[in-house]
């Protein structure tokens, strides 16, 4: 009996390190601290985390199920590049579920609702004012998610967050450009006055307007660093 529960705690500990292993993977590859095309060395990995090599070729495996990794047969692992062909569908589809969130949350926003979104946008301003862009990105992530929430819809924005990975990639080159998160701020501001107003016309069109600015980068990201697509 003591041999099948140290066997469980053991099996139990190991599945344990592969998700933490699995976390911090896919956070360093979704916020491009591990650029595309870049390899992962399995070796390095495991000693970082005191394990053995299992748990992180578990969640190597996990991470190639989700398109954010390539095994290379004989030579290893890197870091998948972005699948350009699939953001315009990607984008499509976000922008589709968002409009109905906002039009929703400006219908029957409450004054706490409102009073938490616009405190949301200025902590954007703060992170732009750090040039913080990592604090930013979970601000915009926040923002987006209160929306859904106000909108009495918060399982969208988790949906949303299963297809997005890819985009997140890209959105995270996009951030540095020239004047971009001073303009995602200023419509995010647009957007929340919107739902104050209680004009899911308006707050509609913003929304859309907000998300096709992703894709009006593509092209020019693209061209600008052809490495990290496919």
């Given at each position: 009996?003591?041999?099948?529960?140290n066997?469980?705690?053991?099996?139990?500990?190991?599945?344990?390190?592969?998700?933490?292993?699995h976390?911090?993977l896919?956070?360093?590859?979704?916020?491009?601290?591990?650029?595309?095309?870049?390899?992962?060395?399995?070796?390095?990995?495991?000693?970082?985390?005191?394990?053995?090599?299992?748990?992180?070729?578990e969640?190597?495996?996990?991470?190639?199920?989700e398109?954010?990794?390539?095994?290379?047969?004989?030579?290893?692992?890197?870091?998948?590049?972005?699948p350009?062909?699939?953001?315009?569908?990607?984008?499509?589809?976000?922008?589709?579920?968002?409009?109905?969130?906002?039009?929703?949350a400006?219908?029957?926003?409450?004054?706490?609702?409102?009073?938490?979104?616009?405190?949301?946008?200025?902590?954007?301003?703060?992170?732009?004012?750090?040039?913080?862009?990592?604090?930013?990105h979970?601000?915009?992530?926040?923002?987006?998610?209160?929306?859904?929430?106000?909108?009495?819809?918060?399982?969208?924005?988790?949906?949303?967050?299963?297809?997005?990975?890819?985009?997140?990639?890209?959105?995270?080159l996009?951030?540095?450009?020239?004047?971009?998160?001073?303009?995602?701020?200023?419509?995010?501001?647009?957007?929340?006055?919107?739902?104050?107003?209680?004009?899911?016309?308006?707050?509609?069109?913003?929304?859309?307007?907000?998300?096709?600015?992703?894709?009006?980068?593509?092209?020019?990201?693209?061209?600008?660093?052809?490495d990290y697509?496919?």
């Amino acid at each position: 009996m003591s041999r099948m529960t140290n066997g469980s705690s053991s099996e139990d500990g190991a599945r344990t390190a592969s998700q933490a292993i699995h976390r911090r993977l896919r956070d360093e590859i979704v916020s491009m601290r591990r650029l595309p095309g870049s390899w992962i060395n399995e070796k390095e990995i495991a000693a970082d985390c005191g394990v053995s090599r299992t748990p992180v070729r578990e969640a190597l495996l996990r991470l190639a199920d989700e398109r954010l990794v390539e095994i290379v047969p004989k030579s290893g692992t890197i870091v998948a590049r972005i699948p350009a062909a699939v953001l315009p569908d990607i984008i499509m589809a976000r922008r589709a579920l968002e409009r109905q969130t906002v039009t929703m949350a400006a219908e029957k926003a409450l004054g706490s609702e409102i009073a938490n979104l616009r405190a949301i946008v200025e902590r954007q301003r703060e992170a732009e004012a750090a040039g913080d862009t990592a604090a930013f990105h979970v601000a915009d992530e926040a923002m987006h998610a209160a929306i859904a929430a106000t909108a009495g819809h918060a399982t969208i924005w988790s949906m949303i967050e299963q297809i997005k990975v890819q985009l997140d990639r890209y959105r995270r080159l996009t951030l540095p450009r020239p004047h971009r998160i001073a303009r995602a701020i200023e419509e995010h501001a647009g957007i929340v006055e919107a739902i104050a107003a209680h004009d899911p016309e308006l707050a509609g069109r913003l929304m859309d307007a907000h998300l096709d600015g992703l894709s009006d980068l593509l092209d020019k990201l693209h061209e600008m660093e052809p490495d990290y697509f496919a």
